[in-house]
C-alpha cells in the first residue's frame, strides 16, 4: 500500500490525510452527544475522501521525481489544502463565513495558531480539536519535509551548512541525496520520524493529564507544543489545573522546537553532535537566560522604587514566567505563562511584548516546527560579526575551530544576511499591502510579524492592547494568510520555485 501510495501525486497523499483526520473530531462531538457537529465531520470527511480518490485514479500515471514537483505540493498543502479542510468547520460553525473557515485552516496548518474568535466559547470543542489536529499535521509535514526535501535542495535553512568545496567525498554525498527520489526519502524518514512525534505527543498529554489538566484540553495543548502552534481551546494555559508544574514539562518540550538534534540527530548525515554541543540549542538558551535576567535585574534598577513588592515569592514567580513565555515565543509557540503578569510587574515594563516580537523574528531550530529567521542563521551572523571584531583588533590573524566554523563565519553569514534582509522587506511588503486596507501602523508591524514568523499569539500579547484578528477587514486576512504560508515555506523556497533554471533541471 505504501508502494502505490509513493506512486501518487503528493498533493493526493496530504488530502487523504486530511481526510481521514476529519473522522477525530467526528467521535469527538459524537461522545459529546453533539450530533450535528459529528455528521458534519463525517459527511465532510467521506465526500473529501471520495474526492481524493476520483483524483488518485486520474492520476494514477502520474509520477514525478523532482524535487520541484514537491514544493509545489508543500505551497499548495499550506494554501489550497485549506479549501478542503475548512468545510467542516464552515458547515459547524453557523455565523463563520467560508473566508473565515479557510483562514483558520490556513493558520492551523501553518502552526500559526491565529484565530478570528476571541472567546473559546464561540466554537465547538470538536472545531477546537480540529484546529488542534491541522497544527499537528502540519507540524508532522514539516519535521518529515525538511529532512526529505529541504536538505537536499540547501533551503530551509540547510544552505548555512551546505557543502561547497568540501571533500570528494562529502561532495559525492551531497549529489546523490539531491538526486535520490523524494517520495523514496519521504517514506524512509517518515517511517522513523511520525513514530516519535506521535510517541512524544502521547507522552506530554500523559505528563498533562497526571498532573491535573482535563484529557481534552491536555491532548489539544501536548499538539499544540510539538507543533508550535499555540493553539487553545480554553485561549491558553494562564488557568490550567496543571500549575507550574504542567508549564514546566511543557517547557521541557520546547527542546523539540530549538534544535533538530534533539529528535533527528545523524538522521540525514547531519549534526552528529551531541544536543549540549549543538550550536542553536546554545544559542537558543543564551538567549532565554539573558533575556530573563534582564527583565529579573530590571527590577532592581528601575522598579524597585515604584512601589513594585520585593518578596522573594514574587521575585520567583517573575523569574519563572519570563523563562517559560520567553522559550514560548522564541520557538513560536506562543503560549504564556501564568506567571508573565507578574513578571510584567516585577520588571516595570508596561509594553515587554515588543521583546518578544523580536524572539519570535529569531524563531528556533532549522528542520523543526518553529517559524522565523532560524537560530542557526543568527548563530552565522553572530560568529562571522565576532570574527570580523578579532580581525579589527588582530588584522594578521587567523581564525580557527576548524572547517566547519570557517563555513557558518564566510558563506553562511553571508546566505544568512540575504535571507534576513529578505525577511525584513518581506515584513515591510506586508506592512504596506496591509496599510492599504486601512489597518494601522503598530497594528500592520505586529500581525506581519506574527504571520511571517508563524506566530499568531503574538497580536494578543505583543502590543499595548491585544489585537484582533477579527477586526481587520477581509482582504487584510487574505493578504495575512498568503504570509502565513510565506512564512511557513520560507521565501527561499518560494525564490526557488520561481527560478526558471530550477524548472529546467
Known amino acids: ?55 488518485g485514479f486520474a492520476t494514477a500515471n502520474y509520477q514525478t521525481t523532482a524535487a520541484r514537483g514537491y514544493l509545489v505540493s508543500l505551497l499548495a498543502a499550506f494554501l489550497v489544502l485549506p479549501l478542503m479542510l475548512a468545510v467542516p468547520m464552515y458547515e459547524a460553525v453557523p455565523r463563520m463565513t467560508f473566508l473565515e473557515a479557510w483562514f483558520e485552516a490556513v493558520s492551523s496548518i501553518t502552526t500559526t495558531g491565529a484565530t478570528l474568535y476571541d472567546s473559546p466559547r464561540s466554537l465547538p470543542p470538536s472545531v477546537h480539536l480540529w484546529r488542534a489536529v491541522m497544527g499537528w499535521l502540519g507540524g508532522l509535514l514539516m519535521w518529515v519535509s525538511a529532512i526529505s526535501i529541504f536538505a537536499p535542495l540547501n533551503i530551509g535553512g540547510f544552505e548555512v551548512r551546505a557543502l561547497r568545496g568540501g571533500s570528494a567525498s562529502e561532495q559525492s554525498l551531497t549529489q546523490i541525496g539531491q538526486v535520490t527520489d523524494p517520495s523514496s526519502r519521504l517514506i524512509r524518514f517518515g517511517a522513523k520520524l511520525i513514530p516519535l512525534y506521535a510517541a512524544l505527543t502521547a507522552l506530554l498529554w500523559l505528563a498533562l493529564v497526571a498532573l491535573g489538566e482535563v484529557p481534552f484540553v491536555a491532548i489539544s495543548h501536548a499538539m499544540s507544543v510539538m507543533a508550535t502552534s499555540g493553539i487553545s481551546p480554553v485561549g491558553g494555559i494562564l488557568f490550567s489545573p496543571a500549575g507550574f508544574w504542567g508549564e514546566l514539562v ?31 540549542f546554545q544559542m537558543g538558551l543564551t538567549l532565554i537566560a539573558i533575556l530573563s535576567v534582564v527583565l529579573f535585574l530590571r527590577h532592581g534598577l528601575v522598579a524597585f522604587d515604584d512601589g513594585a513588592s520585593n518578596d522573594l515569592a514574587t521575585g520567583a514567580r517573575a523569574m ?25 510587574a516585577w520588571s516595570g515594563l508596561s509594553t515587554p511584548g515588543l521583546m518578544l516580537v523580536g524572539l519570535s523574528l529569531i524563531g528556533g531550530g532549522v528542520a523543526t516546527t518553529a517559524g522565523g529567521i532560524k537560530l542557526l542563521r543568527v548563530y552565522a551572523l553572530w560568529k562571522h560579526s565576532q570574527r570580523e571584531v ?116
Request: a neutral charge; glycine letters at 6%; charged letters at 10%.
Open 1 to 55: 500500500m505504501i508502494e502505490t501510495l509513493s506512486k501518487r501525486p503528493f498533493f493526493v497523499v496530504l488530502m487523504g490525510i486530511g481526510s481521514v483526520a476529519m473522522i477525530i473530531p467526528s467521535l469527538h462531538a459524537l461522545m459529546l452527544e453533539n450530533y450535528a457537529v459529528s455528521r458534519v465531520f463525517f459527511y465532510a470527511a467521506l465526500l473529501s475522501f471520495v474526492l481524493t480518490l476520483f483524483i
Open 250 to 280: 511543557i517547557a521541557c518540550f520546547f527542546v523539540f522546537a530549538m534544535s533538530r538534534v534533539a529528535f533527528s540527530r545523524g538522521l540525514a548525515g547531519q549534526e552528529l553532535n551531541p544536543l549540549h554541543k549543538d550550536s542553536e
Open 320 to 344: 519563572w514566567g519570563a523563562l517559560f513565555t520567553i522559550a514560548s515565543f522564541l520557538t513560536t509557540t506562543g503560549f504564556e505563562s501564568a506567571d508573565w503578569t507578574a513578571t510584567r
Open 390 to 505: 578579532e580581525r579589527l583588533v588582530h588584522p594578521s590573524s587567523v581564525g580557527g575551530a576548524g572547517a566547519g566554523a570557517r563555513q557558518i563565519r564566510r558563506q553562511g553569514a553571508q546566505i544568512a544576511w540575504i535571507f534576513f534582509m529578505l525577511f525584513v522587506i518581506s515584513i515591510a511588503a506586508v506592512m504596506v499591502m496591509l496599510a492599504f486596507t486601512g489597518v494601522q501602523f503598530e497594528t500592520a508591524l505586529v500581525l506581519a510579524v506574527a504571520a511571517l514568523s508563524t506566530t499568531g499569539p503574538l497580536a494578543a500579547i505583543a502590543a499595548e492592547t491585544p489585537i484582533s484578528y477579527a477586526g481587520i477587514p477581509d482582504m487584510a486576512k487574505v493578504i495575512l494568510a498568503f504570509t502565513m504560508a510565506l512564512g511557513r515555506l520560507e521565501t527561499l523556497a518560494i525564490i526557488a520555485l520561481l527560478n526558471p533554471e530550477f524548472w529546467r533541471r
